[in-house]
């Protein structure tokens, strides 16, 4: 009855939005709004996903592990980071649940909010100094909760923008999502890099704080953004049908078990030389190159604002000759160009190592992860499709970006050559490779009786 009611309340609203929008944004497809509005909000969110990342490397271990060596410290500082991994996939079940029976603009409404507050308090979170144990403590769970948070974000922001796209431009369209990523590593990387200029006292006492206290503001805008926009009409139409399953996660295992074991094989390709391009370049270069960090730092703000815009393109070019292609691509790609990659960041030459950081993250990895926001959820049924598209989307995040900076790390000590680890980077984009050549899109299904009789007029 309350389910009812509020499908009720849903559908009128959506009307009413449908007919709002077109008087006040006529100058303004919904499809496009819809995609700014996820780009926008994914953005945001995985700038508060950064940035503790960030502060895990540079102060977290004085402000939180200061009983610890420095070496123990930034190891433990580095666990807490990697806590939000594990929390992911638990997010991507929370919300996709509830996204998939209640509602797709709720759930990212909620996921947006989850994720700020627990960004701006640990700006304001006393360090071990002041309140002992209890400070890594509650670390460790405002980091589960942001874990929790972009586990909900990406198949939420990705399937709004998709399923609002005319078909013919799902792979654009669903792409301006992928683009809020390295927006986000440009604008949390930038913030810290100013915020480094400070004196390092300053740093360490409040200044570290300030890029989470910016937090606050860009949930504001945010939330007004994501407030305006209309549901999903995929979503809306699957509910009218009462096609809507029961537990989407148990509805998921019994049906779909084969998409979402390829569609987070497929996900090794980008996953992979994107955390070895934003994480382990950045160690690798001075370390065992002799590279200046701040300019290694610089080269990958460089590389990701230039990917931001190649994204789209690539998406464009996938809506032209096929999904399906452009994903095999870019794990070509990936598996041929990681060895030139580390050829030009060996020179040591900073012009050779910015050429490095363009080839891997705005050349390379957007080839291999522009198509990723429509070729995965199109996997899925729209009754599973959110929790289906984020748990392959979490669970790929956890066996393929997660351990790939330690797998690296560990080959170059116990080889002491950066071809081991290309090597390694090039046998997990074939196993990308071959996940998505086994992939198929779901079926469309056409239950009612009214919408079988009128696809078969012809107008």
């Given at each position: ?129 002041a309140i002992g144990i209890w400070a890594p403590i509650l670390l460790v769970l405002l980091r589960f909760l942001q874990g929790l948070a ?145 300019s290694v730092f610089m080269a990958l703000i460089i590389a990701a604002f230039i990917q931001v815009f190649t994204i789209p393109m690539v ?94 790390e560990y080959l170059m000590q116990s080889t002491g050559s950066s071809m081991a680890v290309a090597t390694y980077i090039a046998v997990a ?31």
């Amino acid at each position: 009855m309350i389910h009812n009611t509020y499908l009720m309340a849903m559908s009128q609203e959506f009307e009413m939005e449908q007919s709002m929008s077109t008087v006040a944004h006529s100058h303004l497809p919904p499809a496009r709004r819809v995609a700014a509005a996820s780009m926008i909000g994914t953005t945001i969110e995985w700038y508060d996903y950064y940035i503790f990342g960030t502060a895990a490397v540079l102060v977290l271990n004085d402000q939180f592990f200061p009983a610890l060596s420095p070496a123990a410290g930034t190891l433990a500082a580095l666990a807490t980071f990697a806590v939000a991994f594990i929390a992911r996939p638990f997010g991507g079940i929370i919300f996709g649940h509830f996204g998939d029976k209640v509602s797709r603009k709720t759930i990212l409404v909620w996921s947006l909010m989850l994720m700020g507050m627990s960004t701006f308090i640990v700006g304001f979170l006393p360090n071990y100094d002041a309140i002992g144990i209890w400070a890594p403590i509650l670390l460790v769970l405002l980091r589960f909760l942001q874990g929790l948070a972009v586990g909900g974000e990406w198949g939420g922001a990705v399937l709004m923008a998709l399923e609002h796209a005319p078909e013919k431009k799902k792979a654009f369209y669903a792409s301006w999502t992928q683009s809020g990523v390295p927006a986000a590593l440009v604008l949390s990387s930038t913030i810290f890099l100013l915020m480094q200029q400070m004196d390092e006292a300053s740093f360490h006492a409040w200044g570290w704080r300030v890029p989470f206290w910016i937090s606050a503001l860009l949930i504001v805008v945010g939330l007004f953004i994501r407030l305006r926009i209309t549901e999903s009409p995929e979503f809306l139409k699957m509910k009218s049908e009462k096609r809507e399953v029961r537990v989407p996660l148990f509805e998921l295992i019994r049906t779909a078990w084969w998409p979402l074991i390829l569609g987070t094989l497929t996900l090794a390709s980008p996953n992979i030389i994107f955390y070895i391009s934003s994480v382990y370049l950045l160690s690798y270069g001075p370390t065992h190159v002799g590279l200046n960090r701040d300019s290694v730092f610089m080269a990958l703000i460089i590389a990701a604002f230039i990917q931001v815009f190649t994204i789209p393109m690539v998406a464009m070019l996938a809506d032209r000759l096929g999904k399906k292609k452009i994903m095999l691509a870019g794990a070509a790609m990936v598996a041929l160009l990681i060895y030139p990659v580390f050829w030009l960041v060996n020179t040591g030459q900073l012009m050779a190592a910015l050429g490095a950081m363009i080839i891997a993250l705005p050349i390379t990895h957007a080839t291999a992860y522009a198509v990723v926001a429509s070729f995965i959820p199109e996997l899925f049924q729209p009754e599973v499709r959110f929790t289906g598209s984020s748990l392959a989307y979490q669970i790929g995040g956890i066996i393929t970006s997660a351990p790939a900076p330690f797998i690296a790390e560990y080959l170059m000590q116990s080889t002491g050559s950066s071809m081991a680890v290309a090597t390694y980077i090039a046998v997990a984009a074939a196993v990308g490779f071959t996940a998505i050549a086994l992939s198929r899109p779901a079926k469309k299904r056409i239950d009612r009786p009214e919408a079988r009789a009128s696809s078969s007029v012809t107008p």
